[in-house]
């Protein structure tokens, strides 16, 4: 199975700020890649796919990057509706499988 | 618009068994691959389980393997998880959801819990 490592699993951050989440996996998964927002009590809801391309309806200033093993979420300018769980998921290969999470948290 | 409702969920015994539903609507669903996922009291989510538009491909996490069977019901609109020989760490709310490589009808339902629990 592939195996899907993000970092950091916390971050804590501002309104208004830069950041970055990293998703690596344990071997080349060409562009498949998505990336999910979840809030608690909430489903995840779809951010990105295909490592780059922004699901209809996200703000822009969330953007993807990378292929192979290495890929980044980016949310360019934190609002307050964006404090919440990021998950990556892999789907080049069965079992699909996602990162262990990581919680952004208003610093 | 795309919506999928999950229902089934439940406290069991464990060694029992249970069937999750899911109807779906918005969308051409025999179009659709259809996946189950879980997500475990606290922790991160977990891929269960996939079925293909016409039901011919199936695929599952190992630890679900001879225990779990997915399937549908396209003049329904409807997925299905037969869960049987239910163990403690199968306890988890369980989401149907569209398949990130199309996602033209991205959606995840809300989620239905099971407890697997003696």
């Known amino acids: 199975d592939i195996q899907m490592t993000q970092s950091p699993s916390t971050l804590s951050a501002s309104v208004g700020d830069r950041v970055t989440i990293t998703c690596r996996a344990s071997q080349s998964i060409n562009s498949w890649l998505a990336w999910y927002q979840q809030k608690p009590g909430k489903a995840p809801k779809l951010l990105i796919y295909k490592a780059s391309s922004l699901q209809s309806g996200v703000p822009s200033r969330f953007s993807g990057s990378g292929s192979g093993t290495e890929f980044t979420l980016t949310i360019s300018s934190l609002q307050p509706d964006d404090f919440a769980t990021y998950y990556c998921q892999q789907y080049n290969t069965y079992p699909y499988t996602f990162g262990q999470g990581t919680k952004l948290e208003i610093k | 618009q795309v919506q999928l409702v999950e229902s089934g969920g439940g406290v069991v015994q464990p060694g029992r068994s249970l069937r999750l539903s899911c109807v779906a609507s918005g969308f051409t669903f025999r179009n659709y691959g259809m996946h189950w996922v879980r997500q475990a009291p606290g922790k991160g989510l977990e891929w269960v389980a996939v079925i293909s538009g016409d039901e011919s491909k199936k695929y599952y996490v190992d630890s679900v393997k001879g225990r779990f069977t997915i399937s549908r019901d396209n003049s329904k609109n409807t997925l299905y998880l037969q869960m049987n020989s239910l163990r403690a760490e199968d306890t988890a709310v369980y989401h149907c959801?569209?398949?990130?490589?199309?996602?033209?009808?991205?959606?995840w339902g809300q989620g239905t819990l099971v407890t697997v629990s003696s």
């Open positions: 959801a569209t398949p990130p490589e199309q996602p033209q009808a991205a959606c």
